[in-house]
T-cell receptor
Framework: KQEVTQIPAALSVPEGENLVLNCSFT??????LQWFRQDPGKGLTSLLL?????REQTSGRLNASLDKSSGRSTLYIAASQPGDSATYLC????????????FGRGTQLTVWP | DTAVSQTPKYLVTQMGNDKSIKCEQN?????MYWYKQDSKKFLKIMFS???????INETVPNRFSPKSPDKAHLNLHINSLELGDSAVYFC?????????????FGPGTRLLVL
């Protein structure tokens, strides 16, 4: 069974800081890994998807890396802004297409001006 | 032009009632999902359908019955509602294959069972 852990559970930083959010998973036989953002009272928004054969993906100020063998992914947020405040969720997909997603419990990020 | 929409957004009902939640996606995706997010914000898959066929049924009580009339719709019917069913239910969709499996989520349906 796949277990996904996210550290830290909560993070509060001043605007402008560079951040690293961590995700670890117990079973390295994954198909892909996806990072999401969830704003209070809203649905999830996909940020980045990394295939199992890839090492990283970048979108704007976000960079996600994947080390499948060690069961780790990091989400790097550069020059954080108050608008980045949200809960960030990591999810891994089991080893094939149509496999289920296993979610972590998220990191709640607050960026204050 | 909402990609994944759910109705209703809020649902307050009494224990023992039967209710339905509807989901529609206009992205042309072939796979749709139902997730449950509990009070501690933990998100867990309930069902997934690919081309109207059930793919994942994740140890959900049989009071929950999904129905996919076509690829763009996946509805969730719940019989005999219990207090523990109170949660936020999210619908999602994706297009499988060739690295396009990004899942797109609806806004959620907040169910409160009294």
């Amino acid at each position: 069974k796949q277990e996904v852990t996210q550290i830290p559970a909560a993070l509060s930083v001043p605007e402008g800081e560079n951040l690293v959010l961590n995700c670890s998973f117990t079973d390295s036989a994954i198909y892909n890994l996806q990072w999401f953002r969830q704003d209070p009272g809203k649905g999830l928004t996909s940020l980045l998807l990394i295939q199992s054969s890839q090492r990283e993906q970048t979108s704007g100020r976000l960079n996600a890396s994947l080390d499948k063998s060690s069961g780790r992914s990091t989400l790097y947020i550069a020059a954080s802004q108050p608008g980045d405040s949200a809960t960030y969720l990591c999810a891994v997909r089991r080893g094939s297409t149509l496999g289920r997603l296993y979610f972590g419990r998220g990191t709640q990020l607050t960026v204050w001006p | 032009d909402t990609a994944v929409s759910q109705t209703p957004k809020y649902l307050v009902t009494q224990m023992g009632n039967d209710k339905s939640i509807k989901c529609e996606q206009n992205l042309g995706h072939d796979t749709m999902y139902w997730y449950k997010q509990d009070s501690k914000k933990f998100l867990k898959i309930m069902f997934s359908y690919n081309n109207k066929e059930l793919i994942i049924n994740e140890t959900v009580p049989n009071r929950f019955s999904p129905k996919s009339p076509d690829k763009a719709h996946l509805n969730l019917h719940i019989n005999s509602l219990e207090l523990g069913d109170s949660a936020v239910y999210f619908c999602a969709s994706s297009q499988e294959g060739a690295g396009r499996e990004t899942q797109y989520f609806g806004p959620g349906t907040r169910l409160l069972v009294l």
